[in-house]
């Protein structure tokens, strides 16, 4: 083996060289989007996903209860379902613990999950305990979908519309609120609040899905393209593009953003948050224009059209008031674990 290569550290090749790494030990038609898709009866596919949230890392006791804690993690699962077009069947919950941690906060933890799945009628199911020294909650999330409804990253072709299901950046900035209440002195008391609450409990867009089948049922059968946006608006399309063979162009000015941005960041600031702040759990969807106009009108509520795939590989952030250069997006302005 390479002295070299034998050497490396996780921090030297980061999240994503990580993950390439480790590709190559999966089937290579079942990795790649947010969830696998098992085929088991005629008609019906299986979709699992997990998510691992470490203590320090995804929550933390400045900004998250144990409720709150407990929520966003069955919320994050529920979201790469919903990336897929899949309905929850159930979760299982493996826990790493301290042994000196409070039950109660552990019981409290199973309440913010619970109270997030019963709206989704989505059920615990099973999983472990074991004894760790730092707080680690991984939850493997099982959905169903028909064959001809799996949305993928890697569909999207030349021309289609880009479509986000809602406002991005809201949770970032509540954030940084709950990390600096200083901030945001212009805010009023119900904007701050909302802010911090799409970070504390925010909401995985199942609720999309049957619009959006509707809208399509019309149309010829047609693979169906898309992920969330768990890790930011730019990495979404980023990682669409590259699944597929495509670029694209964004329009700056379509981004919808909360309204309280505009009285406390500025622009550049609050594009960043949009962009690269990740966490808001909006469905990022290429469609025909047709399609893409009639979900949009449908959803309403920061819904909207934010740029169309083009040839070639860039993802170009366009701005039509020429306030702003044009920028090429890249995964590495947005959170990578080891690179932080």
Not at 5 to 29: A, N, W, Y
Not at 165 to 194: C, F, I, M, W, Y
Not at 302 to 328: M, Y
């Amino acid at each position: 083996m390479n002295s070299d290569l034998s050497s490396q550290q996780v921090k030297d090749i980061g999240e994503q060289g990580l993950l390439e790494r480790l590709q190559r030990f999966c089937p290579p038609e079942i990795i790649g989007d947010d969830a696998a898709v098992l085929e088991t009866a005629p008609g019906k596919s299986l979709v699992v996903t997990t998510d691992v949230l470490v203590d320090g890392v995804h929550f933390s006791n400045l900004t998250t209860s144990s409720e709150d804690a407990g929520w966003r993690a069955a919320a994050a699962n529920l979201s790469d379902l919903a990336a897929m077009g899949a309905s929850p069947l159930g979760i299982t919950v493996g826990l790493g613990l301290p042994g000196e941690l409070r039950v109660s906060w552990v019981e409290r933890l199973y309440q913010g999950m619970t109270e997030c799945l019963q709206k989704y009628n989505t059920p615990i199911v099973g999983g472990d305990v074991v004894r760790s020294p730092v707080t680690t909650l991984a939850i493997t999330a099982f959905g169903q979908v028909n064959p001809n409804q799996i949305i993928r990253r890697s569909a999207a072709v030349v021309g289609d519309a880009i479509v986000v299901t809602g406002v991005h950046g809201a949770s970032h900035a509540g954030l940084e609120l709950l990390l600096h209440p200083e901030l945001g002195q212009n805010l009023k008391d119900v904007e701050r609040t909302a802010l911090i609450h799409a970070h504390q409990r925010p909401q995985p867009r199942l609720d999309v899905l049957p619009i959006l089948w509707k809208i399509l049922a019309s149309q010829c059968p047609m693979p169906i393209t898309g992920m969330d946006s768990s890790d930011g608006l730019a990495d979404a399309i980023i990682q669409i593009c590259r699944a597929s063979g495509v670029g694209a162009v964004l329009e700056h000015r379509q981004i919808s953003m909360p309204a309280a941005f505009d009285h406390w960041l500025t622009e550049e600031q609050a594009l960043a948050y949009a962009l690269y702040g990740g966490e808001d759990f909006e469905l990022v969807l290429c469609l025909p224009q047709e399609s893409a106009l009639a979900l949009v009108q449908h959803l309403g509520q920061g819904a909207a059209i934010v740029g169309k795939i083009t040839p070639g590989s860039t993802v170009l952030l366009h701005d039509e008031q020429k306030k702003f250069p044009d920028q090429v997006l890249s995964l590495s302005q947005g959170f990578q674990h080891f690179s932080q």
